[in-house]
């Protein structure tokens, strides 16, 4: 069989690489693995306790979870295969957005993963008058579990009915809603059919270079973001062992732990791993702490494909061996690959990690596009750093006259729900418009060079473009997170989220007497000096009327909690830029709304 809809790939799975270890969730300190049969065996179990509930075709259904977990899978594919559409909503916004969310939707009942999301989602209960029901994952006081769904599902004397629904749904009918986190306004739900994801699914298992049936994937991304979802579709497909990390927090451990094949990642993550491992060797002395950064700097040259010659080849090969052998271990020692995906990733971590044999490789797309349209790999010279590869199989991409890259291919949503003029307006002339400027070289990689939305003019009518300017101002150890401002201003200038635990820790080398209160910090003129002498470096590469030429330091590390970032960790420029009003009257002497 060769799967069409999303709920036929679990019974590809068993016909093709049945495992035992088809989902595996971490659960009191052990890991307990469902195989691909009790899978299956699970979520026709929740499309019966879902029929009995009386869930008709069409209805929709939200997801959250503050962890990727088997259970969300299950009820991901219980719900589908009825002919119900899942909405998976992030778990770290805000009981207003989950209002408008599950109200927008009409969502008739939501799985929910523990107490924290259910006390937010019972908050605006009332308020939602479509949503008879919330059930848990977790064992939960005064709720219902979602094992009650599943003990309805028992008796199996409706299963003819669940197939009656899943003969009745065809490829090209909705499958998801799955609402964009927006960096401005209120969320769009995008609607995305079985076609759109399988197809995207199929494709980019293209550029996976592991061993199909034999391998193993470790899942920590959130679910309800098309990335991830997609991702956790093509390993099933491809039949790896899916294994569900606990946190953020916990990665390390599990990476040691399952020692997986397979990874996804965002660069904010990766420049974290690279900025502890840089920490580290910072500590170092002596003959160690020499080569160490000898290793980096190595790194730091690297191109692929042995373009740097025989003698950085013969000298990377001693790195390998002596530095970057315990950063592979300290990545469960196994990695064939690490999607990059989300956000733009910095060219020296790709230079930095595939040097040391960690290969990472950027892509490219939107959950419009279900997500993927472009991936880089190391097969086929297929890799090309600074860029997110070539488009995958079936993708046509075209650049408009104005910059905008153009995607047609079938892994293209269907619209925006309930939103015809919003659809029509990104879908006109048969491609979607995808609201990022690049271009194309001449070997057919796809570079992304800013956001559309996002350039500006400043008053002398030179145009900016933010993106470009951050990617390489964030380049430094001491800058965390930077945003270019002046839209209409006379001049460029920068809000910037300071690295403070770096800084602390280059104070402490240099003998410094600084203040560890981040308020304080910012204040602190040898650190205002030296973040201004990266500035004036970086300021080097860009024209005149590119240059930073005022900067402000923000006293808040930048986080989803707080409102400066996406859940998927992109900038909320218009909610940064109200946050800091002061700090730009500070620098334009006005504010401007």
Known sequence: MNPKRLFDIPYFQLEKYPLEKCLVTKYDGKWIATSTKEYI???????????????????????????NRTEWNICDMGIMQVGAHGVPIYPTISSQEYEYILNHSGSVFCFVSDQEVFDKVMNIKDKVPTLKEVYTFDEIPNSKNWKTVLEMGEDASNQEEVEARKNAILENDLATLIYTSGTTGKPKGVMLSHKNIVSNAIYSAERLPIEIGKSSALSFLPVSHVYERMLLYMYQLCGLEIYFAESIEAISDNLKEVKPEVMTAVPRLLEKVYDRIYSKGLELSGIKKALFFWAVNLGLKY????????????????????????????LGGNLKAIASGSAPLQPRLARVFNAAQIPVMEGYGLTETSPVIAVNQMRNNGFRIGTVGKPISHTKVKIADDGEILIKGPQVMLGYYKDNAETDNVLKGGYLHTGDIGEIDNDGFLKITD???????????????????????????????????????????????????FIKEWAKLKGHEIASDPKEMVKNKIVLDRIKEEIEYYNERFGQWEKIKQFRLTPEVWSIEAGHLTPTLKMKRRVILNIYKDLYKDIYGHYKE
Request: hydrophobic share 40%; charged share 30%; aromatic share 12%.
């Open 303 to 330: 191109e692929p494909y042995g373009k740097n010659g025989s003698w950085y080849e013969f000298q990377l090969k001693f790195a390998n061996k002596l530095i970057f052998s315990k950063w592979r271990e300290a």
């Open 41 to 67: 065996e699970l979520f026709n179990k929740l499309s019966r306790g879902l029929l009995r509930l009386g869930v008709n075709a069409n209805d929709k259904i939200a997801l959250i979870s503050s962890r």
């Open 451 to 501: 956001r559309k939305k996002e350039i500006f003019k400043t008053s002398g009518g030179k145009y900016i473009a933010p993106q470009v300017i951050e990617n390489i101002i964030k380049q430094s150890r001491f800058i965390q997170q930077i945003m270019v401002i002046g839209e209409g201003e006379k001049m460029p200038a920068a809000f910037i989220e300071p690295d403070f635990e």
